[in-house]
């Protein structure tokens, strides 16, 4: 079956304080850029567009290290409260609403490779066009009538 091209967006998670480190780890050297950097251009590489970077803690630090990068940047306010919920939800809010799918990195993850990423756009594509078929088996019905009794131990 042919692959048809499809918009796939991207959020970096990056809020995090790095408490662990003592120090923000995601503007830490790697190779020819940074941590954060390596993860972005890496999603850039394959096509993810836009690519939108959430940030918390060390905002500042993290903004610079992506100067010149294809990102939207955007701010969680409410990064202390440890929940990459918030920082997901402040980048859901920020991306067009015509892309086809999502993928969600985590900015401290730099071995993440170009590879890895085009076998899970893959994978997305192939299930999407997979033909849907039915599997046979007993009809379950939650509360319902049709579900199987489960054994009395009453004696």
């Known amino acids: 079956m ?64 992506l100067q010149g990068f294809p990102v939207q940047i955007v701010y969680n306010p409410q990064y202390q409260q440890d929940e990459m919920i918030y920082s997901l939800q402040a980048g859901m809010e920020v991306l067009p609403r015509n892309a086809d799918a999502l993928l969600i990195a985590l900015g401290d993850q730099p071995h993440i490779s170009a590879g890895l990423v085009r076998k899970l756009i893959e994978a997305f594509q192939d299930a999407r066009n ?26």
């Open 2 to 65: 042919d692959r048809v091209e499809i918009s796939i967006a991207g959020i970096v998670l990056a809020a995090g304080s790095s408490r662990r480190m003592m120090q923000p780890k995601l503007v830490l050297p790697w190779g020819d850029t940074t941590v954060i950097g390596q993860v972005v251009s890496v999603l850039s590489q394959v096509g993810i567009a836009p690519i939108v970077v959430v940030t918390g803690a060390h905002r500042e630090q993290v903004k610079a290290a």
């Open 130 to 155: 997979a033909p849907r078929t039915s599997l046979a088996g007993p009809s379950l019905t939650l509360g319902g009538v049709d579900s199987p009794k489960a054994p009395s131990n009453a004696a």
